[in-house]
């Protein structure tokens, strides 16, 4: 499974990004993941490639939405940013259900840099 994100870039705080995840191979799940400067890996969108439901970290719900489970490219649209989502974004799959848990997701993307200022 190869991924390959872009999208990130700098914005100001309530403003938006959309990152893209283009996926090669299969999987059954794919998740967006960050790293904040000095904090662990935080999952925080996931999605299944087939039936079920996307799942968010309680800190993005209802601010960020993952799309495009089926598809070879997958969406993270993120709205409301504050300073606090700044950070690496990585794409990353797994072959199992869906967790929120970075060490679940065996293959990753290089990552892409959102800066919220």
């Known amino acids: 499974v190869q991924l390959v994100e872009s999208g990130g870039g700098e914005v100001q705080a309530g403003g938006s990004l959309r990152l893209t995840c283009v996926v090669s191979g299969s999987r059954n799940c794919l998740g967006w993941i960050r790293q904040a400067p000095g904090k662990e890996r935080e999952v925080v969108a996931t999605i299944p490639s087939g039936y079920g439901y996307p799942m968010y970290a309680v800190s993005v719900t209802g601010l960020f939405t993952i799309s495009g489970g089926h598809a070879n490219t997958v969406f993270l649209q993120m709205n409301s940013l504050e300073i606090e989502d700044t950070g690496m974004y990585y794409c990353?799959?797994?072959?199992?259900?869906?967790?929120?848990?970075?060490?679940?997701?065996?293959?990753w993307g290089q990552g892409t840099q959102v800066t919220v200022s």
């Open positions: 990353a799959a797994s072959q199992r259900s869906c967790y929120l848990s970075p060490s679940d997701y065996a293959y």
